[in-house]
Structure formats: structure tokens, C-alpha cells
């Protein structure tokens, strides 16, 4: 990324919405943007191998693996507007596992980049899928959506929940709803 490229379009867009970027308080500003949008989009950069870094293990059991309420926070690639929310994970292994510390840097590599919820919470589920090849995945995510709710049809309160569910939660209704049982949807 091109910190001195994204300075300069910042620069040109306070002055195309009507802004003065010499006055005081905007003089650090392209400056800030360009470093903020450095670390907001870090996601593309992430190598899912080298955050995962040995952190998959052998292991016989074969319960429910959950972890939820995940916080997160991304940018709708229609706007360029943050959405932001909670992502719940689980899965059912099949002889590997992988470090709990891991899933929660598993959902900023694909959050930290533009995105629309569905492809989030479908490429986080890909990702258990391919390295751990459980039994089954399930990934829901809520959140709110900042181009809803700032602009347009500001409707406040709406959220928007998606999901992605393989193998067995797919297959076998019970563990679905023991899963959607235990993260007790209640929006964000
Ligand atoms: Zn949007």
C-alpha cells in the first residue's frame, strides 16, 4: 500500500466534498485516513498458512467445538462503510483441532478487507473447512451495517445475520439447533 498515494486522494476528496484541507484540524488527516486504511484492509495481506503458524493438532475429540461472539469489524465494499458485529464459530473435529487463540485471527484476515457479510462468514467456514476437515462447520455472523443506518433508509436498528453450515450441521438437525441453542441469537 502507498501511503503518499493515499494521502494525496484523501487530500482530493476533502477538497471535492467542500473541505479545506489546510485548515487546522484536517492538516494530519490524509495522513490518519491513509494509516487507518492500512490497517483496516491488513486482511489482504494476511497468509492464512503463517497465521495459523503449527497451530493444528492432532486430537481424538470430537465434541462441539464453539466460540462465540466473536467481535469484528469491516468495511462494506458497496460503500466502503464499516459493518461491525459478532461472529460465532464452531465445528466437530475429526481428528485435528486447531489453537481456540487462532479462530477469532481467522475472522480478521477476511474481515480486514472490503467484504459483504455473506462472503465473510462463508469464506471463514472455507477456511475450517480446508485445514482441519472437520465433521461438520457452522459460522454465523450479525451485524449492523453503517450504509443502512447512516445513510438512505437509516433504518437504526436493523441487523443482518448470515451463515454457513457444512456436514453435520447441515445434515443432522439436532446438532444445528444445539448449535443455534448455544448462541442464543439475540442480535447485536
Ligand atoms: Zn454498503
Known sequence: MNQEKIQKLVSNLLIEIGENPKREGLLSTPKRVAKAYEFLTSGYSKDIEEVLNNAIFQEKYDEMVLVKDIDFYSMCEHHMLPFYGKVH??????????????????????????????????????????????????????????????????????????????????EDARTRNEFFNLIKMRGV
Open 89 to 170: 464459530v464452531a465445528y466437530i473435529p475429526n481428528g485435528k483441532i486447531v489453537g481456540l487463540s487462532k479462530i477469532p485471527r481467522i475472522v480478521d484476515v477476511f474481515a480486514r478487507r472490503l467484504q459483504v457479510q455473506e462472503r465473510m462468514t462463508q469464506q471463514i467456514a472455507d477456511t475450517i473447512e480446508k485445514y482441519l476437515q472437520p465433521k461438520g462447520v457452522a459460522v454465523v455472523s450479525e451485524a449492523r451495517h453503517m450504509c443502512m443506518m447512516m445513510r438512505g433508509v437509516e433504518k437504526q436498528n436493523s441487523s443482518a445475520t448470515s451463515s454457513a453450515v457444512h456436514g453435520l450441521f447441515k
